[in-house]
């Protein structure tokens, strides 16, 4: 196992292209870490810097308390797993698990056992006379595992790994890493741009951004406490409705003033909504925080139904809020009304979030519904 510490790394390409800046980042010893972000934000070179497939421009890389800068990628003993799975179309299924060994001149007794052991965790036994033009995809992803499994690495590095599968696959091969993580308790970092993937696998999600890592913790404290506008609308499907609005003054009380509602500010604002009196700010509402039912101590809106999506275990509901915004909602499957009809939905208030319009940050909350990770 390894614990493995970014401090202070960028990358500059020589374009002068910033593709990492100043990221810092503790990979706790057999955790399973995932990278999120969108195209281009920096995770999979990111990635490649730890296992010394890109170079560096300023910062330190330490993998089990070694400073790793100049160390050659295959002394990192790291195993890296590629999105196109990267295996070699001549060979078959054992020659590609035994390769890496090979390579290192391992004894053909031992070489036999790891690829034995491997190819039995991953269900692959019946597949090792078989070449890569002869698996399906899902086959080839536990190649690419395997051959990453046989090397007896200290820690596994996931591109993308399950991004060129279908739904139904990518669903099964999700449980199949968590389990085999379990199973093995390696340091894992996985990187993708998928939200289900992060929310469902990792027991840490560091979200990064145009090259700088935005929020780091939980998969459960970042859904419940995004940390500014862009992981807020990022994560989740669909994102988190954002809508512009006002903090003013009513009696001495603040309120929320979005179009033409007027909301009461949650109790756990309260103490930060005064000196904000009178400035922008933008109010978020997961689509599964709003009902298409009265509830208590909600708040009962009216809307109008642009559109329906059954998906069948639940519904989402496209509807305008009249003079402020469109919005989604998820409420239950047997939500059946035409397009165009008007219909009162309610959200509690105390499950808003607030953010400054200037910074787009989190405005801070009294207490918040869960502890941060780190």
Same mark, same amino acid.
């Given at each position: 196992?390894?614990? %493995?510490?970014?401090?202070?790394?960028?990358?500059?390409?020589?374009?002068?292209?910033?593709?990492?800046?100043?990221?810092?980042?503790?990979?706790?010893?057999?955790?399973?870490?995932?990278?999120?972000?969108?195209?281009?934000?920096?995770?999979?070179?990111?990635?490649?810097?730890?296992?010394?497939?890109?170079?560096?421009? $300023?910062?330190?890389? =330490?993998?089990?308390?070694?400073?790793?800068?100049?160390?050659?990628?295959?002394?990192?003993?790291?195993?890296?797993?590629?999105?196109?799975?990267?295996?070699?179309?001549?060979?078959?299924?054992?020659?590609?698990?035994?390769?890496?060994?090979? *390579?290192?001149?391992?004894?053909?007794?031992?070489? $036999?056992?790891?690829?034995?052991?491997?190819?039995?965790?991953?269900?692959?036994?019946?597949?090792?006379?078989?070449?890569?033009? /002869?698996?399906?995809?899902?086959?080839?992803?536990?190649?690419?595992?395997?051959?990453?499994?046989?090397? +007896?690495?200290? /820690?596994?590095?996931?591109?993308?790994?399950?991004?060129?599968? +279908?739904?139904? *696959?990518?669903?099964?091969?999700?449980?199949?890493?968590?389990?085999?993580?379990?199973?093995?308790?390696?340091?894992?970092? =996985?990187?993708?741009?998928?939200?289900?993937?992060?929310?469902?696998?990792?027991?840490? !999600?560091?979200?990064?951004?145009?090259?700088?890592?935005?929020?780091?913790?939980?998969? *459960?404290?970042?859904?419940?406490?995004?940390?500014?506008?862009?992981?807020?609308?990022?994560?989740?499907?669909?994102?988190?409705?954002?809508?512009?609005?006002?903090?003013?003054?009513?009696?001495?009380?603040?309120?929320?003033?979005?179009?033409?509602?007027?909301?009461? !500010?949650?109790?756990?604002?309260?103490?930060?909504? !005064?000196?904000?009196?009178?400035?922008?700010?933008?109010?978020?509402?997961?689509?599964?925080?709003?009902? +298409?039912?009265?509830?208590?101590?909600?708040?009962? %809106?009216?809307?109008?139904?642009?559109?329906?999506? /059954?998906?069948?275990?639940?519904?989402?509901?496209?509807?305008?809020?009249?003079?402020?915004?469109? %919005?989604?909602?998820?409420?239950?499957?047997?939500?059946?009304?035409?397009?165009? $009809?008007?219909?009162?939905?309610?959200?509690?208030?105390?499950?808003? =979030?607030?953010?400054?319009?200037?910074?787009?940050?989190?405005?801070?909350?009294?207490?918040?519904?869960?502890?941060?990770?780190?």
């Amino acid at each position: 196992m390894a614990e %493995i510490r970014l401090e202070n790394v960028s990358k500059v390409y020589p374009s002068g292209v910033k593709a990492v800046e100043d990221v810092s980042l503790h990979i706790r010893d057999g955790e399973f870490m995932i990278l999120l972000g969108p195209s281009g934000c920096g995770k999979s070179t990111t990635l490649r810097m730890i296992a010394g497939l890109e170079s560096i421009s $300023s910062g330190e890389i =330490h993998i089990q308390g070694n400073l790793a800068n100049e160390i050659d990628p295959r002394d990192r003993n790291l195993a890296f797993v590629f999105q196109n799975y990267a295996l070699y179309p001549h060979m078959t299924v054992a020659a590609n698990l035994s390769f890496g060994l090979r *390579l290192r001149h391992a004894p053909q007794e031992e070489i $036999s056992r790891r690829v034995a052991e491997a190819a039995s965790m991953l269900g692959i036994g019946t597949l090792l006379d078989r070449k890569p033009s /002869a698996l399906s995809g899902g086959q080839r992803q536990r190649v690419a595992l395997g051959r990453a499994l046989v090397r +007896d690495p200290v /820690a596994f590095l996931l591109d993308e790994p399950l991004s060129n599968l +279908d739904a139904k *696959l990518r669903a099964g091969m999700r449980r199949e890493l968590v389990k085999l993580h379990r199973t093995l308790g390696r340091t894992i970092v =996985h990187v993708t741009h998928d939200q289900v993937e992060a929310m469902t696998m990792g027991e840490r !999600i560091c979200i990064m951004n145009e090259g700088r890592i935005v929020q780091v913790g939980s998969p *459960l404290d970042v859904y419940l406490n995004p940390a500014n506008l862009f992981v807020a609308g990022f994560l989740a499907s669909p994102p988190m409705n954002l809508l512009q609005a006002r903090i003013e003054m009513n009696d001495s009380r603040p309120i929320l003033r979005c179009g033409g509602l007027s909301l009461p !500010i949650p109790s756990v604002y309260a103490a930060d909504s !005064i000196p904000r009196a009178g400035t922008p700010v933008v109010l978020g509402i997961r689509p599964e925080d709003i009902y +298409d039912r009265e509830i208590p101590g909600g708040i009962s %809106i009216e809307v109008k139904i642009v559109a329906v999506e /059954a998906l069948g275990p639940e519904t989402v509901v496209v509807c305008e809020i009249p003079a402020v915004a469109e %919005i989604s909602a998820k409420v239950g499957r047997s939500f059946t009304v035409p397009n165009g $009809s008007v219909q009162r939905f309610s959200f509690d208030p105390s499950q808003l =979030h607030i953010f400054d319009a200037r910074t787009t940050m989190a405005v801070r909350r009294q207490q918040a519904c869960i502890q941060s990770g780190s």
